[in-house]
């Protein structure tokens, strides 16, 4: 092992405020150019939402068959169209703009030529805690969207409506099921999770330290929501998801953990005529579970840094990248008691989704 990569170990190993300290006293300068900064970060979403309102006013231009406005035509055309070409409306663009976005960013993102994601085999038991966080964390942020929600319409000047977020998806709740789970669960989960966890995540935590990184990543993702309450309501999923990611060095466990989630919020929305409350005693429970939860699989397996290049499990002198398939790593302990925890929140989990 080398000086260099030693002296990394002792500072990941050593004073848990490296958790704020970025990889730069370690890392050589041709590696940040590799990672993007804030910046660069800001400007890859706003990339990314411009491509979304290109592909939305092409998408409008198509159904629109009037010579009306675009923005009367709207409601004209959209009212005549089937609910799966509403859907297709109102989600396709963010697909199509993945499709311009990754491959550009996946070439963007290069390592001494090598991609940048890491597929580490994980424990069946780290999977298990991960994912016994999807439903707990779904009725914290949705306490948390219903709470700022009603605080957000209050300030709103007079004759502005809310937008009723839950309203819009259940104006296609006849849609195909296939083509619901694709475009609201498959392509954000993909589409996402690369570009907030796998490419802004991994520049922004070695570059400002991983919690600073891990939080400004998760407002930026939070933010592309747009709409203030969904905005907060996202929030701590978003920090969730990126620890989750960070603490088992597979980037199949997000977007496993974010497919599972929209999926589910996609399925009750259509089956849930009216919108459930949860009381503040369940969300303060879950609150704690998803913390303990999220404790749990640090202790197991986080090191403290940022994704840099050499955080490939044995690359110590020869530089291999990042797109990985090592083997679990023996620091990734979960105890039988996280274990036993998890198990038994992902039975009251299928409990609850099956009333």
């Known amino acids: 092992m080398s000086e260099h990569e030693d002296s990394a170990i002792q500072n990941i190993e050593g004073d848990p405020m490296d958790l704020f300290i970025p990889d730069q006293v370690t890392a050589s300068p041709h590696r940040f150019r590799a990672i993007p900064g804030l910046p660069e970060s800001v400007l890859w979403i706003a990339f990314f939402i411009i491509l979304q309102l290109i592909w939305t006013v092409v998408l409008l231009m198509a159904v629109s068959s009037t010579g009306a406005p675009i923005g009367e035509a709207l409601e004209l055309d959209l009212a005549s169209l089937s609910t799966n070409g509403r859907l297709l409306v109102m989600t396709a663009p963010s697909f199509l703009a993945f499709l311009v976005l990754i491959p550009l960013a996946w070439r963007r993102l290069r390592c001494d030529g090598h991609p940048i994601l890491t597929f580490q085999r994980t424990s069946w038991q780290q999977w298990a805690i991960s994912l016994s966080l999807i439903v707990p964390l779904m009725i914290v942020a949705d306490t948390s969207f219903r709470v700022v929600e009603s605080l957000f319409e209050q300030f709103l000047p007079a004759g502005w409506e809310a937008t009723d977020v839950h309203g819009l998806l259940r104006d296609v709740n006849d849609a195909s099921l296939p083509l619901s789970l694709f475009f609201i669960a498959v ?135 990042l797109l990985t398939s090592a083997p679990v790593s023996q620091s990734a302990t979960v105890t039988p008691i996280a274990t036993g925890c998890a198990i038994v929140m992902l039975i009251l989990s299928a409990a609850v989704l099956a009333r």
Request: glycine content about 10%; some cysteine.
């Open 187 to 321: 392509v954000p989960a993909i589409g996402e999770e690369f570009l907030f966890r796998g490419m802004i995540g991994r520049g922004l935590t070695s570059r400002w330290g991983v919690i600073p990184g891990v939080i400004l990543t998760s407002i930026l993702f939070a933010a592309v929501h747009l709409y203030p309450p969904h905005v907060v309501a996202i929030l701590p999923v978003g920090i969730a998801l990126h620890l989750v990611y960070l603490a088992t060095r597979n980037f199949w466990v997000p977007v496993v953990f974010h497919l599972i989630n929209n999926s589910i919020a996609a399925v009750l929305i259509r089956q849930t005529a009216e919108e459930s409350t949860n009381s503040a005693l369940l969300s303060g429970f879950c609150l704690f579970y998803v913390l303990i939860g999220l404790f749990w699989l640090m202790a197991g397996k986080f090191h403290g840094r940022g994704l840099d290049c050499d955080d490939s499990p044995g690359a110590n002198d020869v530089h291999e990248g």
